[in-house]
């Protein structure tokens, strides 16, 4: 195998049998999580860096699979391009992706579980303008929520997507969880927000006449005023 050859993909990948693990864990099972974690870069600015998700909005956002592509994870890629992948992996989903997103939500209501959006793109401004999000902030919410530290806090709702954001969290400055406390103009942000949330909605119009009340009611909270 030619390690350096690029002619068909950048991204390399190869698999091996388990067995191969001298301390793999036999069967690979892990327990029932407390939290699940969606991870988006959304390159607008205009997502919290992190948000509590209802069951609802989960089955959603699964279905969306929001991100960005950005340099260095694609070949041609050279700047953020907007995507929608159904639940972060379309290419390889054998059943239509509804049937994952209500198994999802059943297994959510049976184990209490939580789910969190974490934004690890842009805060302030769009690509170009904003600044990429630190690490060190990401961090220190994923410890906060691992370690309970969220339980004690308030939240208030995102006007647009209607995402509950914590007013505060250790290690993070309060002004970067609101993202719209982040932008200078904040008239501009409004305009991105709207414009992202109109790009949900345009690409859940094939989801919707196989998705419930509850996963409808998932998504941006203007999108009637969008259609």
Same mark, same amino acid.
């Given at each position: *195998? $030619? ?18 693990? $001298? ?26 860096? #992190? ?7 989960? *089955? ?8 960005? @592509? ?70 220190? *919410? ?6 309970? @530290?969220?339980?004690?806090? $308030? ?9 509950? *954001? ?17 932008? $200078? ?35 941006? #909270? ?6």
């Amino acid at each position: *195998m $030619d390690y350096d050859n690029i002619s068909v993909t950048e991204n390399t990948r190869a698999a091996y049998p388990i067995d191969f693990i $001298d301390n793999a864990v036999h069967p690979s099972i892990g327990k029932t999580p407390n939290n699940i974690f969606f991870l988006t870069c959304d390159a607008f600015g205009v997502l919290p860096p #992190i948000s509590k998700l209802s069951v609802g909005q989960a *089955m959603y956002h699964f279905i969306s699979g929001y991100t960005a @592509k950005v340099a260095g994870t694609e070949a041609g890629i050279t700047e953020p391009q907007t995507t929608f992948s159904a639940c972060f992996g379309k290419p390889f989903l054998p059943l239509h992706p509804t049937q994952y997103a209500d198994l999802l939500g059943k297994k959510l209501k049976e184990n209490n579980i939580k789910v969190w959006l974490i934004n690890t793109g842009w805060s302030g401004g769009t690509y170009g303008k904003g600044e990429r999000i630190k690490l060190a902030f990401t961090r220190s *919410m994923i410890s906060a929520v691992l370690e309970n @530290k969220f339980e004690n806090v $308030d939240f208030v709702r995102d006007a647009v997507f209607g995402l509950q *954001m914590p007013v505060e969290c250790e290690g993070v400055p309060s002004e970067i969880l609101n993202p719209k406390n982040t932008w $200078d103009d904040q008239s501009a942000y409004d305009e991105k927000a709207l414009h992202l949330a109109e790009q949900f909605v345009q690409n859940f119009k094939s989801f919707e006449p196989f998705a419930d009340e509850e996963i409808l009611n998932g998504g941006p #909270i203007i999108q009637n005023k969008i259609k």
